[in-house]
């Protein structure tokens, strides 16, 4: 089993930034991939972005593409999401996840195995 918990949502005007954090622990090692995913009220969870845990090879959604960064501390088991040049559409629940397999192949809900319980951010216009 692996766990995993958010941190670091809140409240923020537009224009400005945000940093999730996840730290998993458990059997991390049988992870290869990790994802961001989000959620807006009446809508379904769609991917935002995913590294392998090792570091290096990311994707991104087109919407967040050149606003938000992924990385990985795996030394730390930490996965982080810097979030810029928030908008009011990015307002949603997020939420962390780990997949075992590549993270090419990790781009779709159903790819992850575990997931946080998410952490809300809102962004005001």
């Known amino acids: 089993q692996v766990q995993l918990v958010e941190s670091g949502g809140g409240l923020v005007q537009a224009g400005g930034s945000l940093r999730l954090s996840c730290a998993a622990s458990g059997r991390t090692f049988s992870t290869y991939s990790m994802g961001w995913f989000r959620q807006a009220a009446g809508k379904e969870r769609e991917f935002v972005a995913a590294?392998?845990?090792?570091?290096?090879?990311?994707y991104y959604a087109d919407s967040v593409k050149g606003r938000f960064i992924i990385s990985a501390d795996n030394a730390k088991n930490t996965l982080l999401l810097q979030m810029n040049s928030l908008k009011p559409e990015d307002t949603a629940v997020y939420y962390c996840?780990?997949?075992?397999?590549?993270?090419?192949?990790?781009?779709?809900?159903?790819?992850?195995?575990?997931w946080g319980q998410g952490t809300q951010v809102t962004v005001s216009s």
């Open positions: 996840a780990a997949a075992r397999r590549l993270v090419n192949a990790a781009l779709r809900v159903r790819d992850y195995d575990y």
């Open positions: 590294i392998n845990w090792s570091g290096g090879q990311t």
